[in-house]
Every structure is written in C-alpha cells, then in structure tokens.
C-alpha cells in the first residue's frame, strides 16, 4: 500500500510542473484573448473574464477590450476656397474582433499607425471640400444673435460680415467619422469618435484673418457709433421739444397770474381813488417827486404848472 503522504507530494508536484508550464491562465475585464497554436487560431476569441486552461505548446496573444486614444499630428491642409490651416484631430478606437486585429494589424502599435494613416487622409478630404468658417464655427448663432439684436437698416451690414454655414465643424467631424469607419472592420477596429481637436491659421493666412477682424470691427463701430449719434440727436430733439413746451406752459401761467395781480392792482387803485380823489392824487405826486428828483436834482418850473403844485404848497407852509 501506498504511502498518502508521497500521493500527495506527487499530486503537489504534478500540480506545480502544470502551472510552470502555463497550462492555466487568466483573463480579466480589461482584455480578450486570442489563443494560437504555431501561428494557427485555436477556437474562438475569448472575451469574458475568468480561468481557462491551454496546452503548454499554445500561445495567450492579450489584447486590450477598452476603449483606446488616439492623437494624430497635425497636418497643413488647404481648404476649398484656398485657405491653408493646421488641422489637429484626435480619437477613440476599440478593438472589436480581435482576431481580425491580430490577422491585419497584430499589434496596438501597428494599429496607431494604421489609424493615422486613415484618419488623416480623411481629414485631407473633408476640410479640403469645404470653407474655412465651416471648419472655424459650429452653429449661426452668432449669425441669428447679431440678425435679432440688429434693426432692418444693418441688416446689409450683419450679412457681408459674418458670413452664415450650411454645415459647421461638429458636422465635419462627423464626415470625417464616417469616411474613417468605412474601412475599419477589415482591421478588426470600431471608431468610436473623431474630433477636430484645434485649427490654427498658417502665418499668411492669419495675419489676413487679422485684418480682416480689424476692418470688421472698425467698420461695426463706426455702424454703432452713427446709431448712437442718430439716436443722441433724436432724444436732444425730443428734450428741447419738451423744455420748449415746459417754458410756454410756465410764461402762460406767469402771464396769467401777472393779470390778475395787474387787474387787482388796478382795482385796488380804483377803489382809492373813488373813495378820495384829492388824496390819491397827492399820494401819485408824492411817487412822481420820488422817481424824478434826487440830491442833485434841478428842475426849472413855472409857477401856474401843476407839477409845482405841491411843492409850492410845501414851501407856502414852511413860510408859515
């Protein structure tokens, strides 16, 4: 009989020549496996996570199931109506039939160059059929803000200056999607998104692109400075209107209120004189004397003029 403790350092040993031979092996979330024996496929790819078992002679090839970055170069590229900019494009990528990547492709590193090739060329085709501001802006919003705040009189002005797009660049992100997809399922790869990363203007280019801005802005401000003088005019008009109409308004009540005073004046007058003639009479004498003489005041009179009259009498009473 055999002795069970030399059984189980036989099965410890067996066990432990297995593992040494890389008859077992994992795979985690993260990856699949592709299992090839001297270059042939053996069975389907495997793409759930667990512990399998292989041959000793059978190679694992691992490849990743997440998703992936891609960060091409940028490239000088000329747009339709000649234009030359610097477009700078990026991506995500999986692996979505690892057999067919390692078939084509093999390894990440050859797909990165694989992907630069396609991505790039595709860029090349859709900026170079297109307008710069399409490849510049996304969306007339700038365009439809500026027709909505501006009156119809600019509305000349608005157009020829900020031109409006049929497409944008979200849109030719989206081409350059779908005419960079059209051959990925022959490398086992699913691009999952392209985008347009930065656009930069060549120095000839920019410095057009500057002067252009310049003389745009110039002439908006010019366009806002005529409005603003248009509308200074209109509210001084309307002010010198309304101050016109505040001092006719305050003469008519000042002339109003003069004749009534002269009327009670007058009425006030009236009535003395009514009640005492001779008296009122030597009062409105008595003013005539106060206006017209002074300290060094002469007057030459006969003696039968009325305006004597009183002083005569002064000096008739002195004498007494």
Do not use: C
């Amino acid at each position: 009989m055999r002795n069970p403790i030399n059984v189980i350092i036989l099965f410890l040993a067996a066990g432990f020549i297995l593992l040494s031979t890389g008859i077992f092996y994992t795979v985690d979330e993260t990856k699949q496996v592709v299992v090839t024996q001297f270059g042939e496929l053996i069975g389907e790819p495997i793409t759930q996570a667990g512990l399998y078992f292989k041959l000793p002679w059978q190679k694992v090839n691992y490849f990743d199931k997440r998703i992936l970055q891609w960060d091409g170069d940028a490239n000088q590229i000329p747009t339709r109506d000649k234009r030359f900019i610097w477009v700078d494009t990026t991506a995500r990528w999986r692996i979505a039939d690892p057999l067919k990547f390692m078939q084509s492709v093999r390894t990440e590193t050859s797909a990165q160059s694989r992907l630069d090739d396609i991505i790039d060329a595709s860029t090349r085709d859709v900026i170079s059929s297109h307008r710069l501001i399409e490849a510049i802006r996304s969306s007339n919003r700038i365009f439809e803000y500026i027709n909505q705040t501006q009156n119809t009189d600019n509305s000349d002005l608005v157009q020829s200056e900020i031109e409006e797009i049929q497409i944008g660049r979200e849109e030719l992100a989206r081409k350059i999607l779908l005419r960079a997809a059209e051959t990925m399922p022959s490398y086992g790869i699913e691009l999952v998104d392209v985008r347009i990363k930065r656009i930069n203007y060549v120095e000839e280019v920019k410095r057009k692109v500057y002067e252009r801005m310049i003389s745009e802005r110039k002439r908006a401000a010019e366009q806002f400075r005529s409005e603003g003088q248009g509308k200074k005019a209109e509210i001084e008009g309307q002010m010198t209107k309304e101050l016109k109409e505040i001092q006719a308004e305050a003469y008519k009540q000042a002339q109003m209120i003069k004749g009534k005073a002269d009327a009670e004046a007058i009425k006030i007058y009236a009535d003395a004189y009514n009640k005492d003639p001779e008296f009122y009479s030597f009062l409105k004498t008595l003013e005539t004397y106060k206006r017209t003489m002074g300290k060094d005041t002469n007057l030459i009179l006969s003696t039968d003029n009325q305006f004597f009259e009183q002083l005569n009498g002064k000096l008739s009473v002195t004498k007494e």
